[in-house]
């Protein structure tokens, strides 16, 4: 089956608000994508009637996917993150390998989740985990899960999961998948620090663009705060 409504729903669309946004979309491509009613998308979606390959290909550049993975080809994001969530739950010792790609609150669900499952909380925690872990540390989330076959073994999934994170050289401080604002709201902490917790704080971070950045504000508040220092001991 089609992913288009797991993506349509995703957007929070109904069919008829899906139908008029794609419209509005395609609208400069008329000669190629004709415009589509609601009753269109529900066939698509039910398996009823197949768009055709412009079609799809329209469809993938606005949910922002490829073709692949919008026909239905390996796992949608919800099976992956199920499959993680029981990975994880199931073998403390790769979910300690993975958790260092992850983030703050994504870290501690990781590390967590085999402590604090039971039976009775099963069902609760894998639902939790499915809609609010974040999985950016992918890159090209949506090319992965449509590589993965269903009927993978568990252990070929551990080493496509730690594969693909390494190969990516994924860190949480990557610029790539972090918010704009991420560097202006750390300078706004680190001015509030001494030099010394800034210097410790970069130590840890590692060498990346981020890294980079950061050490060139550090750097900056050296030189300025040694220029008052010299002002100070002149008067």
Known sequence: MNRIK?????KQLTLKEFSSNFNKFTKDNRDNIKSISYATVSRWEKGINEPKLEMWQALAKYFNVPVSYLQGLGMSESEFKEKLFN??????????????????????IVLNASNEITENNYQELKDSFVLSFDITPFKDKYNFFSSIDYSISDDEFQNMILDKLNNDNISVFDFSYMF???????????DKMTLDDEYFILKKVGK?????????????????ESKENSISDES
Do not use: C, W
């Not at 797991?6 to 995703?10: A, F, S």
């Not at 990975?87 to 501690?108: C, E, L, M, R, W």
């Open 87 to 108: 990975t994880i739950v199931h073998n403390p010792k790769f979910a300690k390998n993975i958790a260092g790609y992850f983030s703050g609150v994504n870290q501690d």
């Open 208 to 224: 990346n663009i981020l890294f980079d950045e950061l050490k060139k504000h550090y750097q900056e508040r050296v030189e300025k």
């Open 6 to 10: 797991e993506l349509r729903t995703k």
């Open 180 to 190: 704009p604002e991420l560097y202006k709201r750390l300078i706004d902490i680190f």
